[in-house]
T-cell receptor, first 109, second 115 residues
């Protein structure tokens, strides 16, 4: 079967750095997405990786290792508004998105 | 309209009743999707449409039906609601289906409670 694993919940301090991991086992791979979802709101797109390596976008970076079936989202200079759930999703061989359950990130002052 | 809209925002429904959730996008995206999101679970695909006039079943299609008469609208119908269909429903769209750079954009969601 297809599986996406992420930690259920993480806590970090304002101003610090946090890394959210995602491991996947899917039938084929056509890219990995990270989305942010604030409580009670819709998911919004953060990043897309299809090649190995690090993609940087402001305070957020996303890393992919296809051989290890592994990705992480790195958030720097954490702000209170970064408190949200972070969803990892993989585009499989049928170009369907397979979603992880999400990681709830709690930021403390 | 800007982006994707869904209606209603929330609804309480008696079991056995028929209900249609509406979804409209103005981005001229080819592909549209319906997901349900339940606590502790990832988004699960109910039905999708790669282009107007075509639909397909996702991971959890039972009890739901969809239609895609035109590019903009993609309604989801529950023929006879059951309590297990209590969930938050998200509609999404993307510019093209089958491309690796596809990105899905989500509507604000409909919170449905079936009693």
């Amino acid at each position: 079967g297809q599986n996406i694993d992420q930690p259920t919940e993480m806590t970090a301090t304002e101003g610090a750095i946090v890394q959210i991991n995602c491991t996947y086992q899917t039938s084929g791979f056509n890219g990995l997405f990270w989305y942010q979802q604030h409580a009670g709101e819709a998911p919004t797109f953060l990043s897309y990786n299809v090649l190995d390596g690090l993609e940087e976008k402001g305070r957020f970076s996303s890393f992919l290792s296809r051989s290890k079936g592994y990705s992480y989202l790195l958030l720097k200079e954490l702000q209170m508004k970064d408190s949200a759930s972070y969803l990892c999703a993989v585009l499989d061989s049928n170009y369907q998105l397979i979603w992880g359950a999400g990681t709830k990130l709690i930021i403390k002052p | 309209i800007a982006g994707i809209t869904q209606a209603p925002t929330s609804q309480i429904l008696a079991a056995g009743r028929r209900m249609t959730l509406r979804c409209t996008q103005d981005m001229r995206h080819n592909a549209m999707y319906w997901y349900r999101q339940d606590l502790g679970l990832g988004l699960r695909l109910i039905h999708y449409s790669n282009t107007a006039g075509t639909t397909g079943k996702g991971e959890v299609p039972d009890g739901y039906s969809v239609s895609r008469a035109n590019t903009d609208d993609f309604p989801l119908t529950l023929a006879s609601a059951v309590p297990s269909q209590t969930s938050v429903y998200f509609c999404a769209s993307s510019d093209s289906s089958g491309r690796a750079t596809d990105t899905q954009y989500f509507g604000p969601g409909t919170r449905l409670t079936v009693l």
